[in-house]
């Protein structure tokens, strides 16, 4: 039987449990209509106990998809169940973008990716740093300590509540990395040129403790990965101290890209547009 993916249209998912909320359809749809693609991008509701059949029906001429965007909270299982998976994601346990490459089911992970590419298209030389403090050690700052690590930061200090997952981190990602509790962050941040909250501190309106960037360096740069809200406490207290910020939403938007190009054959843009819409889509649901 001839795999209907070869004659129609490309179609890709965003795939998770609960993905209600997932505004990947909003940007990819967005970029689709902005090249003229014939294209098409959906969300669809995996629960856990769905997950291995529905990525062994990606493999089969059954499914429509020619690959997609997995999430929470099947990042890790995606990476088992691909049958390519890309050093990068290897290394993380966790994937979020499959493709299909002569019947193969390929992965990466495109959210370090985004990361960096956030912080270079906002703020050029933000890498010429010696020190960097991360807050948080769960699954979103694996990405960020493999990026920041792979773009050569040479000292990158973990701090964590729970110490032992810093721990865990500083064994799987190794040497420029050292963890730390809650307790060190005061003196780290001591002369540091980055900071980034990982942690889940200040999202969605929660608080977040008071942190003493005024003794960052001078051209130090804070940035968090929680977007909603867009201007988190960290990144208010630092523009409060004269510190530059940096927020998450570029990121969110950055790690899309590489999988709309594998799907649909274009490298998309990241622009002001893009970002407007998106972020009048958050404030409409805040
Ligand atoms: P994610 O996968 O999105 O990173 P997670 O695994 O639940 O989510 O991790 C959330 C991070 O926020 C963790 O680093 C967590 O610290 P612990 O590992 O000690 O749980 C951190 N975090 C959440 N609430 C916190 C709080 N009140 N104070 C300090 N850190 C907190």
Partial sequence: MRDSRETISPRAFVAGY??????SPLIHGYWLSRYELDGAYEKIAVDSSDLAEFIATLKTSESPYCGGNITIPHKEAACLLADEVDPSAEELGAANT???EDGRLCAMNTDGLGFVANLDARRPYWDHVDRAVVLGAGGASRAVLQ????RGISE???VNRTIERAQELVHRFGAPLEAHGMDALETLLDGAGLFVNTSSLGMDGTEAPHL????????????DIVYVPLKTPFLIQAEQVGVSTVDGLGMLLHQAAPGFEKWFGRKPEVTEKLRNLVLADIEGHS
């Fill in 147 to 150: 990026a920041l690590r792979d």
């Fill in 18 to 23: 609960p993905i209600k909320h997932s505004r």
């Fill in 212 to 223: 003493p960037f005024e003794r960052m360096k001078s051209d130090g740069l804070v940035t």
């Fill in 98 to 100: 499959l493709w299909l």
């Fill in 156 to 158: 990158i200090h973990v």
